[in-house]
């Protein structure tokens, strides 16, 4: 999150006036600041202009050590590509004057939190130099273009128009770069994903949560969307959304309605299986049961239902 913060340090009154002194003088270099009051990395651009109705563009030439290290990249982009990420990183490692060929692009919400959208094998490469630099010599400016979107919250992955605007400028600038269709699939991948969140029954399974553990028979709403770009069948993008979810429900049914030999094998499932069964009952959720129907089976199924 690209937030730098100045908190001024509260007088202590038991402490002597000498340390008050000293305390106010540091202070004073800080003219009507709030406390918490987010200074942004990109807010002195060279260059800015609107684009469309209402996002605005500004482009901005930074040292990539500044920035580098408090940037990461947007949920919902494409899968990293190791090699391509280690032949960025052998490139720049090796040439005299090491460069990067176009902008890195980034999306900014309301609260200044920023993503990346194009470049995130160029920022993956650049971070890991960064991190084996321990003499602190790897020096390069960088082109970043910033579209700022009237969104709150770039990571609440639950936030439909959200991230559909997002996705729109992902494919756009992603274009340039012979966007594959394996790109288009992640996309409808994302887009099942955020239409479960948003079903009145689904939703009771899926936490979206950036830290900490999901149990079962909860399933966290980055595994979900990682288990979907793997195993959804390309023939699913035949397919609209409502459909797609209405299959789901089928299965959830089905899942729910089955014998406890079928769902779990010849043997009585333990305890723990038990419980989660149980758990799934009370929520209406069963498609993360640590059974026979475990998500990469179900999801192989969604274009036969």
């Not at 000293?22 to 270099?29: G, R, V």
């Not at 130099?129 to 990571?155: A, G, H, L, P, T």
Request: proline share 4%; aromatic share 10%; charged share 30%.
């Amino acid at each position: 999150m690209l937030k730098f913060f100045y908190k001024p340090r509260k007088k202590d009154e038991d402490n002597n006036s000498d340390f008050e002194d000293a305390n106010d003088a540091a202070n004073s270099d800080v003219e009507d600041t709030e406390e918490d009051n987010p200074l942004d990395i990109f807010s002195q651009p060279f260059a800015v202009q609107t684009w469309g109705t209402d996002t605005q563009v500004s482009y901005h030439f930074l040292s990539i050590r500044d920035v580098a290290p408090h940037l990461s990249s947007w949920c919902f982009n494409r899968k990293m590509d190791e090699d391509h990420k280690n032949t960025i990183k052998t490139n720049l490692l090796t040439n005299e004057n090491p460069h990067l060929m176009g902008s890195i692009q980034i999306v900014r919400d309301k609260s200044m939190k920023c993503r990346v959208l194009n470049g995130q094998h160029r920022l993956a490469a650049i971070q890991e130099i960064i991190k084996d630099d321990f003499n602190m010599e790897f020096q390069m400016n960088v082109m970043f273009e910033v579209y700022d979107v009237n969104i709150e919250d770039i990571d609440d992955v639950s936030n439909i128009n959200a991230h559909d605007t997002i996705a729109y400028i992902f494919k756009i600038a992603n274009n340039s770069l012979n966007m594959k269709p394996e790109q288009d699939h992640d996309i409808f991948c994302k887009q099942i994903m955020i239409a479960m969140m948003n079903d009145s029954l689904l939703k009771k399974g899926i936490m979206d949560k950036t830290s900490g553990n999901v149990y079962r028979p909860r399933i966290s709403a980055k595994l979900l969307y990682e288990l979907f770009k793997t195993y959804l069948p390309t023939e699913c993008l035949d397919l609209d959304i409502p459909e797609i979810i209405m299959r789901i429900k089928k299965i959830n049914v089905k899942i729910s309605t089955m014998p406890f030999i079928e769902l779990y094998g010849r043997h009585t499932p333990a305890q723990q299986k038990i419980s989660q069964f149980e758990k799934a009952k009370k929520l209406g959720f069963y498609l993360y049961l640590e059974s026979k129907m475990t998500p990469d089976i179900w999801i192989e199924l969604l274009n036969k239902s």
